[in-house]
Nanobody
């Protein structure tokens, strides 16, 4: 059974940075395009950034130039470097594969941007 474990979130002031990690187990990680999603209170989950098996990345406009997604297939881990954080980035962040049928969602990691 596939397990996704996100970590690295926390409370940070506006303009700060966090590095999020997502470790996958129980699957052949390198076969999948992976993504980071986020869900703010009362809002739908949105895709924030994705990375293909070949390393091609894509970002939602609101995070372009501030967030960087990367992957380490040897460690079955995907990362999200978040810089210049804004209060509107506050959300629970999740990772998953980009497909019609995602893996079971992990618990996510909370990112709170506040002064």
């Amino acid at each position: 059974q596939v397990q996704l474990v996100e970590s690295g979130g926390g409370l940070v002031q506006p303009g700060g940075s966090l590095r999020l990690s997502c470790a996958a187990s129980g699957t052949i990680f390198r076969f999948f395009t992976m993504a980071w999603y986020r869900q703010a209170p009362g809002q739908q989950r949105e895709l924030v950034a994705s990375i293909t098996t070949g390393g091609i990345t894509n970002y939602v406009d609101s995070v372009k130039g501030r967030f960087t997604i990367s992957r380490d297939d040897a460690k079955s881990t995907v990362y999200l470097q978040t810089n210049s954080l804004k209060p509107e980035d506050t959300a629970v962040y999740y990772c998953n594969r980009v497909t019609i049928v995602p893996f079971s969602w992990g618990q996510g990691t909370q990112v709170t941007v506040s002064s």
